[in-house]
């Protein structure tokens, strides 16, 4: 079964690197630029072979090696961090699918395993919905072909419009724990409007325990506003009340420090606002006074 594998592997390689081959180059300064290809060419199919724990014979390795090569005249360096990452099966993808395969990984070079892998659902979805797709799957694999068996094409297109990767694991849990599709779409509406905020507002513990409905999301979403808006205009409009709160939320916490606190505190900003000087000052007097001379020994008494 490997021999027939590496066979197959071994036509699809050669095929492709000779369909890729550059003319013929004797002797001159490109000689050296072309020799600095190959090496790097080299090392990337290496790396792409470790990736992919592929056993390949010579001939294919020296068909990967031309390929790869191929790839970096048209797209640059990118091309070999793309293989390193997406390792052999990059390759194959993109004889499969065309040079989409090349470009996406070359951009999103952290998503080339995953689209190797599983070119066969990333493709047609990176081409109906953008390069989106692929940022989420370099930080979420999988998540993206998760959130189209479950939701739709639909629901996966604002998804990887709106939301952060960095939130889309968090905002997939709650979609999944929301009682309708309404809810659903609702979560997705607030969090573009509130620039991803709802999720912080939202319990997740609860929203796990007992649900995510249209309600909880919105009154999450209005009490917070509601909170903002109201410091806003205290602030704009009484400053002095907002002063006081301030003032009585701070003496509730200095309360349980007690009296040695509070003195720690005080000399620490006294020193704070001295300018770090007062250790120095007595330093310095110390050693005066270890020199066996004061301040006022420095000035002479009268008549002498």
Not at 81 to 104: C, F, P, Q, S, T
Not at 289 to 304: D, L
Request: charged share 25%; with cysteine; proline share 5%.
């Amino acid at each position: 079964m490997t021999t027939t594998t590496n066979r197959g592997l071994t036509a699809v390689l050669l095929a492709t690197a000779i369909m890729a081959l550059p003319p013929p180059i004797h002797a001159g300064p490109v000689q050296p630029i072309l020799k600095g290809l190959m090496h790097y060419a080299d090392d990337a199919a290496r790396a792409a072979i470790r990736v992919s724990s592929r056993e390949l014979d010579d001939v294919a390795r020296a068909a990967l090696k031309r390929t790869v090569a191929r790839a970096a005249t048209r797209y640059g360096d990118d091309a070999f961090k793309a293989v390193r990452y997406g390792g052999v099966e990059l390759i194959e993808a993109a004889a499969k699918h065309g040079d989409d395969v090349w470009e996406w990984s070359c951009r999103v070079p952290r998503a080339a395993r995953s689209l190797a892998l599983h070119a066969d659902d990333l493709v047609p979805l990176t081409r109906k919905m953008g390069l989106n797709v692929l940022r989420l799957e370099a930080t979420s694999s999988g998540l993206t072909r998760q959130l189209a068996a479950r939701y739709g094409d639909d629901m996966v297109r604002t998804f990887v419009r709106t939301v952060d990767p960095g939130d889309a694991g968090r905002v997939a849990g709650y979609m999944a724990k929301a009682d309708t599709p309404t809810t659903r779409r609702l979560l997705l509406k607030r969090y573009d409007a509130t620039n991803g905020r709802i999720v912080r507002w939202l319990d997740w513990k609860t929203a796990m325990a007992f649900g995510l409905t249209a309600a909880v999301v919105t009154s999450a979403h209005e009490v917070s506003d509601g909170i903002q808006e109201g410091l806003k205009t205290v602030a704009r409009e009484q400053p002095e009340v907002l002063g006081g709160v301030v003032g009585n939320a701070v003496s509730r916490i200095m309360e349980p420090i007690g009296w040695l606190g509070k003195g720690a505190v005080i000399c620490l900003v006294l020193a704070v606002c001295l300018g770090l000087h007062v250790p120095s000052r007595l330093v310095r007097e110390a050693r005066r006074v270890r020199a066996g001379w004061s301040g006022e020994e420095a000035v002479p008494p009268p008549g002498t």
